[in-house]
């Protein structure tokens, strides 16, 4: 007896929502959240944002999930409250204290050691983090009492500066920063640098890449537009391709379209041939696929089907 093949369930929708997670809530549940109301079939973020954390959360939702490493790779904006004095275990303020010190940094102490924290730099991950130890998560190893110890990894800082003091314990600071940099241990390095010692007390995500506040929306405000919308306001998605803006665009023929759709590469002569590397093709307006620019050549990666989500 043939087994009938089973459809996926919820909608075949697909672009990206730029939300603007609240405090209190993890990625994973901000997600699970977004994929219902738009009873979407599949979901996925860009970039891991902490509990305490607010601000930019990209959601990919169907076909943009193929895009997510590309957004995930884009630079980062902070804005973030450190509060002198205090470190803790997991380098903010929802975890243990296990150093205190009367030790307070002036603003001109401070601003004269962030040329020390920009550029490319060395920073060990919190031992509260998602960095994987013999398979483990430092997290949960930390979390059952063990002792973590990360190596320290390369990270670059584009940019690092000091907005305000509001009081001597405090500071504000906004960073510019790559893949894999923990704003937590920026913090924590900064405090230990200055004698004083400190701890995330706040912390704003203002950017990942091509996703910024200006195009955020609120959970609250999404529950609103669903709810006017009697359903999935889809209106509020970006398109699939804004995850893409770094990249090269190769416009395609119908003929070159089934190409790459079944895996097969296309000629690219005779164009304004970008540079090698990653790129995307897009046919009359709809995307095609991601590929790579090789030899006079684009050789399709990842390709798009947009009737259902795959």
């Known amino acids: 007896m043939t087994r009938r093949k089973s459809r996926k369930k919820g909608n075949p929708v697909h672009g990206w929502l730029v939300l603007d997670k609240p405090a209190g809530t993890t990625s994973t549940q901000a997600v699970g959240a977004v994929r219902h109301i738009f009873q979407a079939q599949k979901a996925g973020h860009a970039g891991t944002l902490d509990p305490l954390a607010t601000g930019i959360l990209p959601i990919a939702l169907g076909e943009a999930t193929k895009t997510v490493p590309y ?29 205190t010190t009367d030790v307070r940094p002036t603003r001109a102490t401070i601003e004269a050691l962030l040329p020390r924290f ?26 059952a009492g063990e002792a973590v110890e990360l190596e320290a990894r390369p990270v670059e800082i584009d940019a690092l500066a000091l907005v305000e003091c509001p009081h001597a314990d405090t500071a504000v600071f906004a960073a510019k920063c ?53 359903g999935a306001p889809v209106g509020l998605l970006r398109p699939v391709e804004t995850a893409l803006s770094d990249l090269a665009v190769l416009r395609v023929s119908r003929e070159e379209t089934v190409r790459l759709l079944r895996g097969q ?15 995307y093709a897009t046919c009359k307006g709809h995307l095609v696929a991601l590929g790579l620019i090789e030899k006079g050549q684009l050789r399709p990666t990842r390709v798009f089907n947009f009737s259902e989500a795959g």
């Open 71 to 99: 957004a995930v790779d884009g630079q980062k904006e902070y804005r973030f409250t450190v509060r002198w004095g205090v470190e803790t275990d997991t380098d903010d303020a929802e975890g243990r204290t296990v150093v």
């Open 118 to 143: 920009t550029g490319a730099i060395l920073q060990t991950p919190p031992a509260f983090s998602a960095v994987k130890v013999a398979g483990e998560r430092a997290y949960d190893l930390a979390r």
């Open 178 to 230: 790559g893949k894999g940099t923990y704003v937590r241990a920026l913090a924590r390095d900064i405090g230990r640098a200055l004698g004083c010692r400190g701890h995330v007390a706040a912390l704003r995500r203002t950017r990942v890449g091509a996703f910024a506040e200006a195009d955020a929306i609120t959970m609250d405000d999404l529950r609103t537009a669903a709810d006017v919308d009697r």
């Open 265 to 279: 590469p296309v000629l690219v002569r005779g164009r304004d041939l970008p540079p090698s590397g990653p790129a």
